[in-house]
């Protein structure tokens, strides 16, 4: 059985996620003690919150993280987790400038902007939009068309290393994939069957 170690920095659907693993066969941990995750066979980074907050929860965790990914462990950042993984993002109260992220993929993080849809679409987004796979990869496997679950006020637009979007206003990017490094803009804990496969699709990549 797979060890999968949830990671807890204070922001992220904890329980949810760790039900939804270990209901695609993983056994789960969810910690947030750094020395453990160079035993883990997949972490995952969830989050829901503000970024300024999650750089800010994580960098105590920051080095143990990178040198797990660098040594090539399966990695899953969900939602704020997959955002948090890229560069840099625009969200941040009082920033005057871009706030960086962790850099472990090219990407920046905007905030929707619909101008004279504002109306119409609300921020934040959320709700179940249709997955589009643009990219083959073990991660999406099987849920092409499919539904998925968001909530979100910021997204990333596709670039090279993007294998599925969904639209709401733009298209954007709904998950990634470079490596073992992984990530949804969706909740896979939260998107009923669709997001079982995803985790099942995860675990057995661990």
């Known amino acids: 059985m797979k060890r999968i170690i949830v990671i807890d920095y204070g922001l992220g ?9 270990e209901r695609a066969g993983a056994q789960v941990e969810v910690t947030s003690d750094s020395g453990q995750f160079s035993r883990a066979d997949g972490l995952v980074l969830p989050g829901v919150g503000a970024f300024t907050s999650g750089m800010q929860n994580i960098q105590n965790k920051k080095t143990a993280l990178l040198h797990s990914i660098g040594e090539g462990t399966p990695t899953l950042g969900i939602c704020l987790g997959m955002q948090m993984l890229l560069t840099l993002s625009d969200e941040g109260e009082h920033q005057s400038r871009p706030v960086e992220g962790l850099n472990i993929l090219p990407g920046h993080v905007k905030r ?49 290393h993007t294998i599925a979007t969904s639209s ?4 954007f990017a709904a998950a990634f994939a470079s490596g073992s490094v992984f990530g ?8 009923s069957a669709v997001g079982l496969r995803i985790l099942k699709n995860f675990v057995e990549l661990c």
């Open 168 to 171: 709401y206003g733009t298209v």
């Open 13 to 21: 659907n904890l329980r949810s996620v760790r039900r939804g693993l």
């Open 184 to 191: 949804t803009q969706f909740h896979p804990e939260k998107s």
């Open 112 to 160: 929707f902007n619909f101008g004279v849809n504002a109306e119409r679409l609300k921020i934040p987004h959320m709700g179940w939009n249709r997955l589009t796979v643009v990219n083959d990869n073990a991660l999406v496997e099987g849920v092409d068309g499919a539904y998925a679950y968001f909530v979100h006020s910021y997204y990333v637009e596709p670039g090279s």
